[in-house]
Structure formats: structure tokens, C-alpha cells
């Protein structure tokens, strides 16, 4: 992907985003934050995240090794928010925690939905064995998750 491309979706998911939390997050509302602060707050949040997805899109283009921008992307996230690691920490946990879950989900299935729909000629030649792979992929993926987090959470000493 070029880095254009990259940009310009990563802006469009960005306005999906912080409108998608101006119309359904608003239980947050109401308790020291105006409608305006509230906005403010979760644009600066995204605007993290996207600094965060350029940065590991730039290690996956020139670092060396062929690891996935995903992997990237996750690990630069992790360690900005580990408090022994990154100085910002708290203030990236406050930012990045004013934007919703869902606002940033709907539109990542959408494209996701569409990345699908272009291929659907070569899934339809890959027949039901795709679909015991995704799942057994998806159920090991939530499983590993689950002992990580157990882990890390025992360790921690807040479970």
C-alpha cells in the first residue's frame, strides 16, 4: 500500500471514527466534559492512534525482516502505553480511551466487508475448508488472548 493510500484511510477512518463517537457515546457526557470538550478529547485520541498506525506502517516498510504491520502497529501501541517504558502513557490511555470501541469497529468491518466482497469469486473456489480454518484460527486467536490477559492481569496482582 502506498503511503498515500494509507493516509487517506486512515483519515477517513478517522472522521468515521470521531463522528461515529459524536452520535453514539455519549454516556460519557455530563459529568465534567462539555459536547465539544468530549470531541475534542476523542479527535486528540484518534489522532495518537493514527500517529501510532503511521509509525508501525514506517517499520514495516524499512526495518529490517518481513514481520507484518500489524505486529508492529500492536507492539508500538503496547509499549506507548506501559507507564515504565513511555512518559506519556497516562495521557495516551486518557485520549485513546475518549473514543469508543464501536466507533472505531463499524468502520473497520466496512472495510473489511468490502476487502471481502471484492474476493469473493476466489473464496467461493476455496470451499467449506475456509471456513474450519477461520474458525479454528479465530478460536485460537480469543483462546491465546484470553491466557495472556490472565496471565498479565494475575501477574499484575489485579485479579
Known amino acids: 500500500m502506498k503511503w498515500s493510500e494509507a493516509i487517506a484511510v486512515l483519515l477517513v477512518m478517522g ?66 502505553t506501559v507507564p515504565q517504558v513511555s512518559p506519556w502513557a497516562k495521557e495516551i490511555g486518557y485520549y485513546t480511551g475518549k473514543v469508543d470501541f464501536l466507533a472505531l469497529a463499524t468502520p473497520i468491518l466496512a472495510f473489511a466487508g468490502l476487502s471481502f466482497g471484492k474476493d469473493i469469486e476466489k473464496f467461493k473456489t476455496m470451499s467449506w475448508r475456509i471456513v474450519v480454518v477461520a474458525l479454528t484460527v479465530y478460536t485460537g486467536t480469543f483462546i491465546c488472548a484470553a491466557v495472556v490477559a490472565q496471565f498479565l492481569l494475575k501477574y499484575e496482582g489485579i485479579i
Open 15 to 80: 472522521v468515521i471514527s470521531v463522528i461515529g463517537n459524536m452520535l453514539g457515546y455519549k454516556e460519557a457526557l455530563g459529568k465534567d466534559l462539555t459536547y465539544g470538550q468530549f470531541i475534542a478529547e476523542a479527535a486528540t485520541g484518534y489522532g495518537i492512534m493514527f500517529t501510532i498506525a503511521l509509525l508501525g506502517i514506517a517499520c514495516s516498510k524499512y526495518l529490517p525482516g518481513k514481520l507484518p504491520m500489524v505486529f508492529w502497529v500492536s507492539v508500538l501501541a503496547t509499549l506507548s
